[in-house]
Every structure is written in C-alpha cells, then in structure tokens.
C-alpha cells in the first residue's frame, strides 16, 4: 500500500516568507508525528496528532511554528517569517492506534535564504 | 539536552565484517527501542526494535543488545553488505509520553567491497 507521503519535496524561499508543508499519513493511521532533522540539532520532535485530541505542540521551536490536522488525514505544517535556522529537512510519520511503530515519509528539504 | 547518546559518530568496515552501534539513555520511562536506517534522500526507515522485557533481539543480520541496568543499548550488524551503507539512528520513546521518538545523533556506516 501507500506509504506516508510529503510534499514538496524541496522548497527554497526568502527569509521573512512563509511556507506550507504537507503530509499525507498513511490511510487509517490515527496518530501524526512532525519531526525535523537538521545538522546542528539532529532529529527533533515537533508536534503530534492524535485522532481528535488536541496536538502536543511541545516540541515546537518557536511561535512562528504551527501545525493542523484536518479530518483526522492530511497534516499541514506552517512556518511563517521564516529565518535561515528553520531550513533542515521536515519529516512526517504516521502511527497506526496503541502501536508504537512510525511510519517516516520522505521529507521536506526547507532552504530559507 | 540530548536524551539518547549515541557512538560512534561514523564507522568503516569491510564487508562481512560486524558494525557495531551503541546507544545509551538516561529515562527509564522509556519503554520501546528502535533502531532506523537512512538512505540519503530518504526517510528513516525501522530496521529493529526492542523492548525492555527481553535482553537481545535477532532479525536476519540485524541484532539488539539491551542492557536495562546499565541503560545501554547497541546494533549488530553482522556481515556487513555494501548496501547496509548508510545512516543508523538509535531511539527511545514511552507509552507514557505518547511514543514520541527521542534520537541519538547518528552513525555513518560505510561497508567497503
């Protein structure tokens, strides 16, 4: 079957703009991860989704991160005004219910410049 | 702060020869172990995991070793292929904490022909 899907794959963009980035779980998958990886910072949490709680948004960086799931599906990752620290690769994972196994897309490469 | 240190930073091995991983944490929440492979260009992908409740785990030529009184745990690559050339994280995460995965830095492996 399909696995988790992310896109775009690159995005480049000019310091102060915003961007959107998506992520598409695989089908029936209630929980949601965001994490970036990044040279200086490693792999880090984001924020997760689960079903129709509320997100636990403790692993954003900074209030200019936000993120929304809408239909319990399709996740969308904000960055507004971005800045050159936010450029590293986004990843999303998808989980299936009481599993703990996560299901990594391919990413999105993020260059602010 | 990074909650799972991992070692070493990069390793060369011949092929069909044994790569090894370590891993170490200081949360003893933490309940699920798993170890994933990145491509370049790619996701991470799970390769093993492990729980507490047992102290090794075998698929194929991957092995876990778990040492809960000693809060280490490492990968076995036994047989090295040049196509197991790539980037291993270790990572822990708990029930309790939703299963969001912390991660060690990395390792490079590099299996020369």
């Known amino acids: 079957g399909a696995g988790v899907s992310q896109s775009p794959s690159n995005k480049v963009t000019e310091k102060g703009k915003d961007v959107e980035l998506r992520c598409d779980p695989i089908?029936?998958?209630?929980?949601l991860y965001w994490y970036r990886q990044s040279l200086g910072q490693g792999l880090e949490f984001l924020i997760y989704?689960?079903?129709?709680?509320?997100?636990?948004k403790s692993g954003l960086p900074s209030d200019r991160f936000s993120a929304e799931r809408t239909g319990g599906s399709v996740s969308t990752l904000t960055i507004q005004r971005t800045q050159q620290e936010d450029s590293a690769v986004y990843l999303c994972?998808?989980?299936?219910?009481?599993?703990?196994?996560?299901?990594f897309g391919p990413g999105t490469r993020l260059t602010v410049l | 702060q990074q909650q799972v240190k991992q070692s070493p930073q990069s390793l060369i091995v011949q092929k069909g020869g044994i790569s090894i991983i370590n891993c170490a944490y200081e949360?003893?929440?933490?309940?699920?172990f798993p170890w994933y492979q990145q491509f370049p260009g790619k996701g991470p992908a799970l390769l093993i995991a492990?729980?507490?409740?047992?102290s090794e785990k075998k698929e194929g030529r991957f092995t876990i070793s778990f040492n809960k009184s000693a809060k280490q745990f490492s990968l076995h690559i036994m047989d090295s292929q040049p196509g197991d050339s790539a980037t291993y994280f270790c990572?822990?995460?708990?029930?309790?904490?939703?299963?969001?995965?912390?991660f060690g830095a990395g390792t490079t492996v590099t299996v020369r022909a």
């Open positions: 994972a998808s989980s299936p219910w009481s599993d703990n196994e996560q299901f």
């Open positions: 089908s029936g998958h209630t929980a």
């Open positions: 989704f689960q079903g129709n709680s509320a997100p636990d």
């Open positions: 949360n003893t929440a933490f309940d699920y």
């Open positions: 492990i729980r507490p409740d047992v």
């Open positions: 990572a822990a995460s708990s029930r309790s904490n939703d299963y969001k995965l912390s």
